[in-house]
């Protein structure tokens, strides 16, 4: 059994099952009730990881560390030294890249390029970013005139929220979490992170780095866990968390909104999406085709940003079908590390029953089935694996449930347009609004077209290309507040009027 440890969990391949600890006040260490649950790989469904659950002991150990972290030597920091601590906390990300990115990938099973690319560089980025963010922020000065004629001089402090609870979804989730913790952490605040219990592994492997750097302790934690009745629930319940950052589902958001309502805590939500992408028939072809292609299908189809409503000009319609079909034909599903893939499974067994029952819906509602619609034949390592076909479906009514609610699968329905104003209807007829992509090369159109989506993020000829200063958030359903560059410290931190009297 895991005791108080200096180390996350042996990441040695030959370790077996690791044995992954709860971190708080900078130690490893087990729950008081010796409840573990066990993460199965999605590769094969092997059990690889051992996790001790928090109850309700260790998150109030958690917020305790939190709140004596903010009273000590963090607290009295000036900003030059904690930008200074975040700038080695990237650094030290870059230099266990591959510890990073071998914890990741043994979670989700996706394929290593999309660690090396994407996700853990990003992670270190977010620490970067947000230190860069705080050091150059001025705050607003007023001076206003008074009845005596001496007047008076406004200035605002920006001062961090306290602890903030982060609780983070499994389908990025180092980029995600840190993504969160990165800014809270400059704007001074304190942390409890609750990781999604589907990956748990690199919010545990970042307590070794925050160590390594010498963050104060209890500055970061990190509490393993479900979420109702669990973990995730007591945090989000707890009287000492003083605000709540939570990027999950949308139906999950409005549990959490429920508890932080005790003692009014501030929310910061990304939640659901059900993003629709345009093709226009002036579109750069190869590039729509390729856009659409990872926007539907990136990480097994796991990204809030994702296209799951595919609308395309009429006259570009079948051609369209045709090369996205063959696209999606040509991936190699196997191993993270197998040189002959490129495509991985879905996180679990569970999430994989609910894609595959939106696949028989979707035949159930009337859908062609372009492509897929199963699972693949997969060699006899891997036949337990949570292995799930890319799929494409043409012909469903726009009310079918499967173009209305989020899938969170590799699948997207295809339907054709006529007219700009039809797919701009199209897009907007959802309860959702994460994000769009849109094809085109009619300038007007491009400009004009994004601003009449209903959504935070619209991509014109790209998607997912992230300028980590910009605002990311999502409309309608799909979240409350922005966060992104100056965006965050609004959540973040609270602004404090000094009024002087001169
Ligand atoms: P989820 O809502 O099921 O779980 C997210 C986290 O919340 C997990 O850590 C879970 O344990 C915890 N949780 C669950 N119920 C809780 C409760 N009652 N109280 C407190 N915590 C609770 O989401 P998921 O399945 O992990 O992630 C997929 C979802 O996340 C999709 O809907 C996706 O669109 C969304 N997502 C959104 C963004 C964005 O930026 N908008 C990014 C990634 C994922």
């Given at each position: 059994a895991l005791q108080n440890t200096s180390r996350a969990h042996d990441l040695s391949p030959s370790a077996g099952v690791r044995q992954i600890g709860n971190f708080i006040a900078g130690a490893f260490v087990p729950a008081a009730s010796g409840r573990r649950f066990e993460k199965r790989s999605p590769l094969d469904n092997r059990v690889i990881s051992s996790i001790a659950e928090a109850g309700h002991a260790e998150v109030d150990a958690a917020v305790g560390a939190a709140r004596a972290a903010l009273d000590g030597e963090w607290g009295r920091m000036s900003t030059e030294q904690r930008v200074s601590l975040l700038y080695a906390v990237a650094d030290e990300i870059t230099r266990r890249f591959e510890d990073f990115v071998e914890a990741e990938m043994a979670d989700t099973g996706q394929p290593r390029h999309v660690m090396t690319n994407a996700f853990i560089p990003r992670g270190a980025a977010n620490f970067k970013v947000f230190a860069d963010v705080i050091k150059n922020v001025p705050?607003?000065?007023?001076?206003?005139?008074?009845?005596?004629?001496?007047?008076?001089?406004?200035?605002?402090?920006?001062?961090?929220?306290?602890?903030?609870?982060?609780?983070?979804?499994?389908?990025?989730?180092?980029?995600?979490?840190?993504?969160?913790?990165?800014?809270?952490?400059?704007?001074?605040?304190?942390?409890?992170?609750?990781?999604?219990?589907?990956?748990?592994?690199?919010?545990?492997?970042?307590?070794?780095?925050?160590?390594?750097?010498?963050?104060?302790?209890?500055?970061?934690?990190?509490?393993?866990?479900?979420?109702?009745?669990?973990?995730?629930?007591?945090?989000?319940?707890?009287?000492?968390?003083?605000?709540?950052?939570?990027?999950?589902?949308?139906?999950?958001?409005?549990?959490?909104?429920?508890?932080?309502?005790?003692?009014?805590?501030?929310?910061?939500?990304?939640?659901?999406g059900k993003n629709a992408g345009l093709v226009f028939a002036d579109c750069d072809f190869d590039a729509a085709v390729d856009g659409i292609f990872r926007s539907s299908f990136l990480n097994s189809g796991q990204v809030c940003l994702?296209?799951?409503?595919?609308?395309?000009?009429?006259?570009?319609?079948?051609?369209?079908?045709?090369?996205?079909?063959?696209?999606?034909?040509?991936?190699?599903?196997?191993?993270?590390?197998?040189?002959?893939?490129?495509?991985?499974?879905?996180?679990?067994?569970?999430?994989?029953?609910?894609?595959?029952?939106?696949?028989?819906?979707?035949?159930?509602?009337?859908?062609?089935?372009?492509?897929?619609?199963?699972?693949?034949?997969?060699?006899?390592?891997?036949?337990?694996?949570?292995?799930?076909?890319?799929?494409?479906?043409?012909?469903?009514?726009?009310?079918?449930?499967?173009?209305?609610?989020?899938?969170?699968?590799?699948?997207?329905?295809?339907?054709?347009?006529?007219?700009?104003?039809?797919?701009?209807?199209?897009?907007?007829?959802?309860?959702?609004?994460?994000?769009?992509?849109?094809?085109?090369?009619?300038?007007?159109?491009?400009h004009r077209v994004a601003a009449r989506i209903d959504v935070g993020i619209a991509w014109v000829n790209s998607w997912f290309l992230r300028d980590l200063r910009t605002a990311f958030g999502g409309a309608r359903q799909s979240g409350i507040g922005r966060e992104g560059g100056v965006h965050s410290l609004e959540f973040y931190t609270e602004l404090r009027n000094v009024c002087v009297k001169l």
């Open positions: 705050t607003e000065a007023f001076q206003m005139a008074t009845p005596d004629g001496t007047g008076a001089l406004n200035y605002a402090l920006r001062v961090p929220k306290g602890v903030v609870g982060v609780v983070c979804p499994w389908n990025a989730p180092f980029m995600l979490m840190t993504w969160k913790v990165g800014p809270a952490l400059a704007c001074g605040n304190t942390v409890v992170v609750k990781p999604s219990e589907e990956t748990p592994n690199t919010a545990t492997l970042l307590g070794e780095v925050m160590n390594a750097v010498g963050m104060p302790k209890g500055v970061y934690n990190v509490i393993h866990g479900f979420g109702p009745n669990s973990a995730g629930e007591f945090l989000t319940r707890h009287p000492g968390v003083n605000a709540i950052t939570f990027t999950g589902e949308t139906r999950t958001g409005a549990a959490i909104m429920k508890a932080a309502s005790e003692g009014m805590r501030d929310v910061s939500f990304e939640l659901g994702g296209t799951e409503r595919v609308y395309v000009e009429r006259p570009l319609f079948e051609r369209f079908v045709a090369a996205l079909k063959a696209k999606a034909e040509a991936v190699r599903f196997g191993r993270p590390d197998d040189p002959s893939a490129n495509y991985g499974p879905l996180i679990s067994h569970e999430h994989r029953a609910k894609v595959l029952s939106y696949y028989k819906k979707a035949v159930e509602e009337g859908a062609t089935v372009v492509t897929g619609g199963g699972v693949p034949q997969m060699p006899q390592d891997l036949a337990e694996g949570a292995w799930v076909e890319p799929t494409i479906w043409i012909g469903l009514p726009d009310t079918a449930a499967v173009v209305k609610e989020e899938i969170f699968g590799p699948c997207c329905h295809i339907r054709p347009f006529d007219e700009e104003a039809e797919a701009v209807t199209l897009a907007n007829a959802t309860d959702y609004g994460l994000a769009t992509t849109i094809w085109t090369t009619n300038l007007a159109r491009a």
